[in-house]
């Protein structure tokens, strides 16, 4: 399987000008012959949202916006960093989109709070193991700590601090 990441120039809230950048990106995997691309975190917010991360706003306008992206990944598999609120708590996440369809919301773990980082002023730690479903439109998706397959290829997710913990505890090494 050819899988590919691509770095982005996003701006937060510019849906216009991130949702083309996440276009091109998908378009030029497709040319390539790629069928996993893995797109940065928060790509369709931007990462530097800020307290709108706490807003219910921000995370509803990433799901509404993220549906433009469905239909451009016709034959591909593609990940797509967005924000989830779910009981007043936003998580941040990356969406699993194949063939016009969301497949689910893997949720990152560990946040990054050191530093210029503190998403723990904006976002909750997913637990471990836990699963649930985000609605949107009359559709629902799982999210949580989950596992995909595509082309009989079995996958996960670790959003970036998830990576820098101990094997013990690291979604990719349970």
């Known amino acids: 399987m050819r899988i590919a990441g691509a770095a982005l120039n996003q701006i937060p809230f510019d849906w216009a000008h991130n949702i083309e950048n996440i276009s091109a990106a998908i378009a030029q995997a497709q040319a390539a012959g790629v069928e996993l691309l893995c797109l940065p975190e928060l790509c369709l917010t931007g990462y530097n949202c800020e307290d709108l991360f706490l807003s219910d706003w921000l995370p509803a306008s990433a799901l509404a916006h993220l549906q433009k992206i469905r239909p451009l990944t016709a034959g591909i598999c593609v990940v797509v960093g967005l924000p989830v609120r779910l009981a007043h708590r936003t998580y941040n996440t990356a969406a699993v989109l194949r063939d016009g369809e969301i497949l689910g919301f893997a949720a990152k773990q560990f946040l ?8 723990t002023r904006f976002f909750v730690p ?26 009989g290829v079995r996958f996960g997710f670790e959003i970036c601090e998830d990576a820098w913990r101990p094997d013990d505890v690291r979604p990719a090494c349970r």
């Open 112 to 119: 990054a709070n050191d530093g210029v980082h503190y998403e």
């Open 126 to 151: 997913w637990v471990a193991g836990e699963t649930t479903t985000v609605e949107y439109a009359g559709e629902n998706w799982p999210l949580g700590d989950l596992t995909f397959e595509h082309r």
